[in-house]
């Protein structure tokens, strides 16, 4: 009887045992499958991690060969651009020297030009057969070349006291009549010295005061006076044509005057031989 109740003792012991290993059994197994669902979550979040890691790699990839892609696009922009700038300077440099040459060009032709009106100037001088054409001659030249609008031309008169005497007028009728003594005046003065005188045509004087007296000389001699008394209304100014016309004029109207004078004479000294031969 003892017996038995010892052996329902150790029976029941042994059952729990059985219970507590089953029940350590069934912790240890929860809670390493816990443990292990922890790690499977952790390792899949680091995998998520160097996915997301290797996403940002590969943008950061892109972005630099982007950069280098704009980094050579301004380079090749900037170099674009120095070479336009060098361009553009060549450019400017071309234009400033054709500006420059066809200055030069406009300033020869004004020279060829000047010179032509001074050849026929002369030439149509020293051209005139009289006195009176060489006169009309005169006028022309200053109707055309300087733009005079009025003026006339005075001829030395010998005698006790030397005079000037208007021999051609040109829309100066102030002038008929006049007899300006040697020295006297503008005019006068001019004859006396052999020397120029230039008013500016842009300050305000007498209409009938000279704006322009040009002594026609023979050597020493002098043989009279061109005077300018108005110019056009265009006329402003004078340029170097007009001062280079009327160093010509004081030079060469004289000798035509005089020269074309012989010729008219020596003409009708030919003409009365001729005449008297013939009775």
């Given amino acids: 009887m003892a017996q ?5 003792t150790n029976l029941k012991d042994a059952m729990g045992l059985v219970a507590q290993r089953e029940e350590f059994l069934e912790t240890f197994f929860r809670k390493g499958a816990e443990f292990a669902n922890d790690l499977l979550a952790e390792v ?9 890691l290797e996403n940002e790699n590969a943008a950061l990839k892109l972005q630099l060969a982007s950069d280098d892609a704009i980094r050579d696009l301004l380079a090749k922009i900037e170099h674009l ?5 060098s361009l553009a300077s060549k450019v400017t440099n071309v234009k400033r ?3 420059d040459y066809l200055d030069k060009f406009a300033d020869v032709e004004r020279e060829l030009d000047a010179m032509a009106n001074l050849y026929v100037a002369s030439y149509q001088l020293h051209a005139a057969f009289k006195p009176q054409d060489v006169l009309s001659v005169l006028e022309q030249m200053l109707m055309q070349f300087v733009g005079a609008s009025s003026f006339a031309v005075f001829a030395s008169r010998p005698g006790e006291q030397k005079t000037l005497e208007p021999i051609h007028a040109f829309h100066c009728g102030h002038v008929a009549g006049t007899s300006i003594a040697w020295g006297e005046g503008l005019i006068g003065e001019a004859a006396s010295t052999q020397v120029s005188y230039l008013a500016d045509p842009a300050k305000p004087r007498d209409q009938e005061e000279p704006l322009v007296c040009i002594p026609m000389s023979l050597g020493e001699s002098t043989v009279g006076v061109i005077v300018i008394f108005g110019l056009l209304e265009q006329k402003e100014k004078f340029v170097d044509i007009d001062f280079e016309l009327f160093k010509l004029l004081a030079v060469h109207s004289a000798s035509a005057i005089i020269g074309a004078g012989l010729l008219a004479r020596e003409s009708d000294i030919t ?7 013939s009775l």
Avoid: F
């Fill in 97 to 99: 020297e054709k500006e």
């Fill in 271 to 277: 003409a009365g031989l001729t005449q008297y031969k």
């Fill in 44 to 52: 899949q979040e680091l995998r998520d991690q160097i996915s997301e």
């Fill in 81 to 85: 651009e120095n070479e336009k700038n």
């Fill in 4 to 8: 038995n109740k010892k052996s329902e």
